[in-house]
């Protein structure tokens, strides 16, 4: 099974290809697509739709997994910006034919670590340590979408 994880946004989303082979989590690809604030939105989400679409089908991933949506009451607008982002990776999962999942943030952590407080590092040392990472990612967007894909493995396979 392949397995695409991505944390979105509109500046910076990162994301993270695995293979599953038995017990084997091997790392087919990760990184990040990028957008410039100089652009209209309408652009940047363009471009993040086009550039997930094309991960999948590069990949040929099986499935995408994103972060269930969270924001605090006192940024309403990072949530529309947000929302619109997780619009358009919606949206290419769909059009290429693959199935969404969505997991909470400390349900990763929990997957990952075993603790759904974890720190942003501990779930780095694990997500590095998991996939035998000799360099940890530079972005933690992609530390991240790597996150979710590997939580999505344990949570799938745990309902076998």
């Known amino acids: 099974m392949i397995i695409v994880g991505i944390d979105p ?7 993270g290809v695995i293979q599953v082979q038995g017990a084997t989590l091997t790392v087919i690809e990760a ?25 999948i089908t590069d990949t ?9 949506i969270y924001s605090h009451y006192k940024h309403p607008a990072t949530a ?9 990776i919606s949206l290419a999962a769909t059009t290429k034919g693959i199935p969404l999942f969505e997991y909470a943030a400390t349900r990763i952590k929990k997957a990952i670590v075993g603790k759904g407080l974890a720190s942003k590092a501990q779930v780095q040392a694990m ?34």
């Open 9 to 15: 946004a509109l500046a910076i989303t990162g994301y």
């Open 31 to 55: 990184g990040i697509i990028q957008t410039s604030p100089k652009e209209a939105t309408t652009k940047r989400l363009d471009k993040l739709y086009r550039g997930v679409l094309k991960l």
């Open 60 to 68: 040929h991933s099986d499935c995408l997994v994103l972060e269930k």
């Open 80 to 88: 529309c910006i947000l929302g619109q982002a997780r619009g358009v």
């Open 127 to 160: 997500v590095a340590h998991t996939l035998n990472l000799k360099n940890l990612p530079s972005y933690m967007d992609v530390t991240d979408a790597l996150a979710l894909a590997i939580t999505h493995n344990y949570i799938s396979r745990s309902k076998i």
